[in-house]
């Protein structure tokens, strides 16, 4: 009696329904039935993409022991249920060796001893890895086709000042005064956090209800689609749907913005000492800004939070040049004093941070293996292109972020840092590298007081050091 293995997997909850492990035993049991033959073993992937064999174990096994049992056969629904691609060859090549052929409930066996067989096999191949990657084409230009033409793609439903409509985007009315607002207070000279703060204190809110956030209205001042353009890319298409704000106000705040990002240096790109400060009043951090004087010029500072947004009763603010001086020169001091356990300490973080990198990895892994998902379901007709096209930039984007991730976490080298002279190289450092190595020693700093004095904030200041605390 001749032998067999069984092959049986799913790449989705959705593919399940029609593909389940359940329907496919019973087709393999049926072939096994109808062909007389003996299954020596069932092998089984669930929620796998069929796009490579190499996160399929079942599959791994099954090629192990194919070395070694040499079955007849191997059953199983389809030939895609195998693999595709160059994936499917390379299984073809070792059946090959041990002279298994496949039998599939759609093809029967395909012995590839037939000359005509094997080479239908080969051109099922083919034309799924064909198909797979005419699809892949057709959809990049289904998109850029239809962003050529003015109409919107990517999460449609998200837009602040457009409703989904009609397969297209449709104007909401309020929203619209909400984004109009918001290009009116900038061109008065009012900054993204005035903007959100403004905005947050009459209850206003983003699309899907949550709080307007700095990030939300530097993405709305800086979004081509509401004066009427598509964005795809790095390329801008003449859109289709009606705009918000007239061309001329949105060139006006591209160009403040330009203006500002190059040639203000009164304000710094980021404070020093954001999120390390606290107030000792409410608890809320102490954030950078800009103090209007009485001769018109502003002079940095870092007050309370909570008090800007009417949470504390009690202002507390510092100058931003005096504190940055008082901490940084607490914290050196705290250097020399503590210099071997701080050189260990480093040391340690530059394997925390490595850690971090590499615990990333896997995530971007899972998400590759969901965008294969995608496809599949999407080759199988289990999802629509829509649904395809709307989930894998989604996967894309969180991608992106743990990209960013990594970036950060290896983004200064400490080992190198640890045979570093820290107090001479520190004021050497941009803003980002000194938060950096501030972070390493100093969990925060309570502000109890206005100060106006260096020696006054170091001295009547709580510093609360990373894995120790001195008061001072």
């Known amino acids: 009696m001749k032998t067999c293995f069984c092959y049986h997997r799913y790449s989705t909850d959705r593919q399940q329904d029609g593909y389940s492990l359940d329907v496919q035993r019973n087709v393999t049991v049926k072939l096994a039935k109808k062909y007389n033959l003996n299954i020596i073993d069932i ?3 669930k929620g796998i993409s069929g796009a490579t064999i190499d996160k399929r174990p079942s599959m791994l096994q099954l090629l192990d022991d194919l070395k070694e049992m040499k079955p007849d056969y191997i059953l199983c629904v389809d030939q895609d249920r195998i693999a595709r691609g160059n994936d499917f060859w390379y299984i073809k090549s070792l059946m090959a060796k041990t002279n298994t052929s496949f039998i599939t409930e759609k093809e029967g066996i395909i012995d590839f001893s037939d000359i005509t067989k094997d080479a239908l096999s080969d051109m099922m191949g083919v034309f799924a890895k064909l198909e797979r990657s005419m699809i892949t084409r057709r959809i ?3 998109i850029e086709e239809r962003a050529s033409r003015g109409k919107m793609i990517g999460n449609l439903t998200n837009i602040l000042g457009y409703d989904w409509k009609n ?4 104007i909401n009315q309020n929203e619209a005064k909400i984004i109009k607002e918001i290009y009116s207070m900038y061109l008065e000279g009012n900054g993204y956090k005035v ?7 009459k ?4 699309k899907r209800g949550g709080r307007v956030t700095t990030e939300l209205v530097k993405y709305i001042l800086t979004n081509p689609v509401y004066i009427g353009y598509v964005r795809h890319g790095t390329n801008l298409y003449k859109g289709i749907h009606k705009l918000i704000i007239s061309k001329n106000n949105f060139y006006k705040v591209q160009q403040q913005l330009a203006v500002f990002k190059k040639y203000n240096i009164t304000k710094p790109a980021k404070y020093l000492l954001t999120g390390f400060l606290k107030c000792a009043n409410c608890g809320a951090n102490l954030g950078g800004s800009r103090k209007k004087l009485n001769n018109g010029k502003h002079k940095p500072i870092y007050s309370c939070i909570g008090y800007r947004q009417g949470t504390c009763n009690k202002s507390v603010y510092v100058n931003a040049n005096l504190v940055e001086d008082a901490v940084t020169e607490k914290v050196l001091d705290f250097i020399c004093k503590n210099e071997k356990a701080i050189k260990e300490r480093i040391l340690t973080l530059a394997d925390n941070l490595s850690g971090q990198a590499i615990n990333i990895e896997p995530e971007k892994k899972k998400i590759k293996i969901k965008v294969d998902k995608l496809l599949d379901e999407y080759l199988d007709n289990f999802i629509d292109k829509k649904t395809y ?3 894998t930039m989604e996967l894309n984007k969180e ?3 743990l990209d960013k991730k990594i970036n950060n976490a290896i983004g200064y080298d400490f080992n190198i840092l640890a045979g570093t002279d820290l107090k001479n190289l520190f004021y050497d450092l941009d803003v980002d590298k000194k938060r950096k190595i501030l972070s390493i020693f100093l969990d ?3 502000i109890s007081r206005t100060s106006r004095a260096k020696e006054d904030i170091k001295n009547r200041s709580e510093f609360y050091w990373n894995e120790m605390v001195i008061h001072s």
Do not use: C, H, P, W
């Open 43 to 45: 092998y089984e992937d």
């Open 140 to 142: 990049k230009r289904a």
């Open 167 to 170: 397969k297209n985007i449709e």
């Open 195 to 201: 903007i959100s703060q403004t905005l947050n204190r």
């Open 203 to 206: 209850n206003i809110k983003g």
């Open 389 to 391: 096209r709307d989930k």
């Open 399 to 401: 991608l992106k972020l």
């Open 444 to 446: 925060k700093v309570i």
